[in-house]
């Protein structure tokens, strides 16, 4: 029996070695260029084309297509999404799976909706081969990645939510105070998973503050953290030194956003993905 955890670009990083992966790009869309969010993509120098180009902007989910090259011809494949209620990413995975299935009688493609992103996808696909090297049945996996993503989170810390804004993903409205100079706008998946902003701090010790203490509330203690960050690398080094002195854990990874976090998250952005 063959495995595979495909996952699409969402998830920013794939840490795990011994099973097989694919990434399913997202597209980062302008009038002018079109972004395929891959190996082969510069996330700083689209951040940087970002600044300059004042034209619309979008974003796209990967189509069915785009899931069957990455199922490629295993038997038993795990497929992880960004949130169902922020993109069609889910759904169209959903249709891949079944067609894969049509086709396929005997393969079985598991379809989970993080209802997150970011580092708390790459913590759902960190377990996942875990519970496939660990020998126990494909059925068996399925009903403990659905416990365990009842035992992680995901913090967003953001500078900008113009992106966000103007694709319908938070409001006009919440995304003015975000334009402030030296604001940073905290908040958290919500259980739905979709956007809860939680807090808006001026400066990076206030917001280091409000971190910690949102995710003291949610519940984190020493298990693992996975932040990713866009064009904050110094920042995100500060949060590994203060979560590893506050929370005592030490399995701490930073990666760079790809293109579709870079592109929502803005730079100075950063995503933590944490187990409670
Ligand atoms: O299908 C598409 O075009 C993709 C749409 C994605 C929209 C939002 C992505 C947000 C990524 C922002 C902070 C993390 C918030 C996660 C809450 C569940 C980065």
């Not at 959903?94 to 067609?99: Q, V």
């Not at 100075?268 to 993905?273: A, D, P, R």
Request: charged residues 25%.
């Amino acid at each position: 029996m063959n495995y595979k955890i495909v996952a699409d670009s969402s998830a920013d990083k794939i840490n795990i070695t011994h099973i097989p992966t694919a990434s399913a790009p997202l597209k980062i869309i302008t009038n002018e260029r079109e972004f395929i969010d891959d190996d082969s993509l510069n996330a700083d120098e689209m951040v940087a084309y970002l600044k300059n180009y004042s034209g619309k902007s979008s974003t796209a989910c990967p189509g069915v297509n785009d899931w069957l090259i990455s199922f490629g011809e295993s038997e038993n494949i795990f497929c992880i999404t960004i949130s169902s209620n922020l993109s069609g990413s889910f759904n169209s995975a959903c249709l891949a799976a079944s067609e894969y299935e049509t086709q396929h009688p005997n393969r079985n493609v598991f379809v989970i909706d993080s209802l997150s992103t970011g580092g708390e996808m790459q913590l759902i696909i960190e377990k996942l081969e875990e519970l496939i090297l660990s020998g126990i049945s494909f059925d068996e996996i399925c009903k403990q990645i659905t416990e365990y993503q009842k035992t992680t989170g995901l913090l967003f810390m953001l500078q900008s939510l113009k992106n966000l804004a103007n694709n319908g993903r938070v409001s006009h409205a919440v995304a003015k105070i975000s334009g402030i100079l030296g604001i940073r706008v905290i908040g958290l998946a919500s259980d739905e998973g979709r956007l809860d902003i939680t807090d808006k701090s001026r400066g990076d010790k206030k917001a280091l503050a409000s971190i910690i203490e949102r995710m003291k509330t949610a519940g984190c203690k020493n298990g693992k953290i996975r932040i990713s960050h866009c064009q904050n690398d110094v920042f995100a080094q500060t949060l590994k030194a203060e979560f590893e002195k506050e929370f005592g854990t030490r399995d701490i990874k930073i990666c760079k956003t790809g293109g579709l976090c870079s592109f929502y998250a803005e730079s100075g952005g950063i995503i933590i993905g944490f187990e409670k």
